[in-house]
């Protein structure tokens, strides 16, 4: 038996024993990374993280506790020095964004207040909404439709899939399962389309067979004749064409799919029109990039991501979605344990866990509301569209360099390149493009990423950063030039 009596007369807690010592403590870790993102462009893009810092995470589960200065300490030298880099103004990598010191902050209150925002009558449920209410005005999408936040792209994606899919016809799949389908579902999505599509296909029980991999063209957009062709090929062999995956930016090139013509399809098909905009659904920020996105507010739904092109720090994705009943009806459960009430901590607006499959959520909202007062849309507004002045000016520069050639149009924030002083074969090319991006990271220079375009290893750069300047894209220009002669 527990002596029960003993460990009530020596009850603890894990607030602090100090509590001025830890709030020293704190001011001093506000200071230091309101210093570490204020002098980020002095420092290397990335370092490796050293041997020493490598062993000193991966120790035996600490029994006792330690002094948190020297935790604090632990941090500064084993952690914080061999971040991943997208907080520099030379991060280009995948899709990454940059992050900004009041949303940091933003993220302190958050965790401080520590609220799950899934159910009741309570601030956090209201900052939500208003957040999904300006996500909706932002991108001109239907005041009625319904929406979440996620963690990122991905999880938006699939559950909009999951909705498409419940959704199909009257056939009740939520509750009967694929079986209750009249055939196999099916869905297109050209091929330049994001992975986690299709593992939002795998997961949604489809199989990732169920995936009818659309052309592009030269600029890797959508060809609409073989989606046509595609989907009168399926009706007559006896699939269930149910959706269709555009793409508002895609992660290889920034493509856009012809999204109006998409669109077009699935009305004259009666298909669910679902747009992957993870980053490029903002450049509908800018008024040159209206019209091509313009059908993005007829979508069913739309996935894009807050913590790429609108900077805010990790994680934070939006799904919204034109159909809130569809959408409602794909998750609601009311159990004992979460019924709503009249009045009382268990009133409040409808449970956010009817909208999706988490229950407990984090207070993502704060930041988003925090930093669209910050800045107002505007300043977003403009700072996407210096993302996308400052990729054409990258192209610009690599056109005049006759040892670079670009390998995929630049349509908005991607450019696609390799160095090719052209006396090389394919295969040499393929490997000393490979080397100088591996050399870029090392120098801490620069972090383009990389895709294999038409079997050409491409350096990849993906702008979703506030800062960057023009002076950064001509030192990616000479560094790559730089490193091809001397490794070539
Ligand atoms: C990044 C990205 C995703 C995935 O989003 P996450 O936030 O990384 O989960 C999906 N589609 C595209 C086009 C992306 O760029």
Redesign the pocket.
Not at 151 to 157: E, F, H, L, V
């Given at each position: 038996m527990i002596d029960f009596q003993k460990v009530l007369e020596n009850e603890q807690s894990l607030d602090p024993q100090k509590w001025d010592e830890m709030k020293t403590l704190a001011h001093q870790m506000v200071d230091d990374m309101f210093a570490y993102l204020q002098n980020i462009r002095n420092e290397p893009v990335w370092r490796k993280p050293t041997q020493e810092s490598k062993a000193n995470l991966d120790k035996p589960l600490p029994q006792k506790g330690e002094d948190i200065t020297q935790i604090y300490q632990s941090f500064k030298e084993n952690i914080l020095p061999f971040n991943k880099g997208n907080v520099h103004p030379r991060f280009w990598s995948?899709?990454q964004g940059t992050g900004t010191p009041f949303a940091m902050m933003a993220e302190m209150l958050a965790a401080g207040m520590n609220p799950n925002a899934a159910i009741g009558e309570h601030s956090a449920m209201y900052v939500e909404n208003q957040v999904i209410d300006w996500c909706k005005q932002m991108l001109n999408y239907p005041a009625e439709a319904s929406g979440l936040l996620l963690?990122?792209?991905?999880?938006?994606?699939i559950t909009a899939l999951l909705i498409a899919r419940n959704n199909f016809e009257d056939k009740n799949i939520r509750q009967k399962g694929l079986k209750a389908a009249p055939h196999q579902l099916v869905l297109y999505a050209s091929t330049e389309?994001?992975s986690?599509?299709q593992k939002a296909v795998e997961v949604c029980g489809l199989g990732s067979e169920a995936i009818r991999n659309v052309r592009v063209n030269a600029d890797f957009q959508m060809d609409i004749a073989h989606l046509k062709e595609l989907i009168a090929k399926d009706r007559k062999n006896g699939f269930a064409p149910f959706c269709i995956v555009g793409?508002a930016?895609?992660?290889n090139t920034g493509a856009i799919d012809p999204l109006d013509d998409i669109l077009e399809v699935c009305k004259h098909e009666n298909l669910w029109f679902h747009v992957?905009?993870?980053?490029?659904a903002l450049a509908k920020l800018t008024p040159e990039y209206q019209t091509a996105l313009k059908a993005i507010e007829s979508a069913d739904s739309i996935?894009f991501?807050l913590?790429?092109w609108m900077y805010m720090p990790y994680?934070v994705?939006c799904l919204l979605v034109k159909d809130k009943e569809a959408h409602r009806n794909s998750f609601a459960l009311q159990p004992s344990y979460l019924l709503s009430h009249e009045r009382g901590l268990a009133a409040g607006p409808d449970p956010i866990t009817n909208y999706g499959m988490e229950l407990s959520r984090g207070f993502k909202s704060l930041k988003v509301w925090m930093s669209f007062k910050e800045h107002g849309i505007e300043k977003f507004a403009t700072l996407v569209r210096q993302n996308i002045a400052q990729a054409f000016y990258l192209e610009s520069l690599i056109k005049q360099e006759p040892m670079i050639e670009l390998l995929a149009p630049v349509t908005m924030n991607i450019v696609c390149f390799r160095f090719n002083p052209q006396n090389l074969t394919e295969e040499k090319l393929f490997s000393l493009n490979k080397e100088i991006l591996m050399r870029l990271h090392e120098d801490g220079l620069a972090a383009p990423s990389y895709t294999i375009l038409h079997g050409k290893y491409a350096i990849r750069m993906a702008n979703v950063n506030h800062r960057s300047q023009k002076s950064d894209f001509e030192a990616l220009v000479s560094d790559v030039i730089r490193l091809g002669l001397a490794i070539s």
């Open positions: 995948w899709v963690s990122g792209g991905s999880m938006a994606n389309t994001h986690c599509v793409n930016g895609t992660v992957d905009g993870a980053f490029g996935a991501d913590h790429k994680e994705g």
